[in-house]
């Protein structure tokens, strides 16, 4: 079983930064699609970010292209989300998945990712 486990949220104030990591200890992340989703409360679980396997393509919603950037560290064994410029509406609790090896990075959407870490939570203040 496979245990995604998230950090580096906190609270910033608006214009801030924060980068979240993701890893597993049973898995390399790097070897699998990564999503990095959040919820805020009240509202759906959006996705926010993704990167394939090798690490060569990512996407972006697009409320926070330009800001945030997911990235892999193969030496740490982690998938970063780094969040600049962050504003009040990124207030959530951020959620780091992970795809079994084998399923398309192509497929987007929750029922695609196996493995769910327990959330960070980012809170920024204006």
């Known amino acids: 079983q496979v245990q995604p486990v998230e950090s580096g949220g906190g609270s910033v104030q608006a214009g801030g930064s924060l980068r979240l990591s993701c890893t597993a200890s049973?898995?390399?992340?790097?070897?699998?699609?990564v999503d990095w989703f959040r919820q805020a409360p009240g509202k759906e679980r959006e996705e926010v970010a993704d990167?394939?396997?090798?690490?060569?393509?990512?996407n972006y919603a697009d409320s926070v292209k330009g800001r945030f950037t997911i990235s892999q560290d193969n030496a740490k064994n982690t998938v970063d989300l780094t969040m600049n410029n962050l504003r009040p509406d990124d207030t959530a609790m951020y959620y780091c998945?992970?795809?079994?090896?084998?399923?398309?990075?192509?497929?987007?959407?929750?029922?695609?990712?196996?493995?769910w870490g327990q959330g960070t939570q980012v809170t920024v203040s204006s």
């Open positions: 998945a992970v795809k079994s090896r084998g399923v398309s990075c192509f497929l987007h959407g929750e029922r695609f990712f196996n493995y």
């Open positions: 049973e898995v390399a992340v790097t070897k699998h699609c």
């Open positions: 990167i394939n396997a090798d690490g060569g393509s990512s």
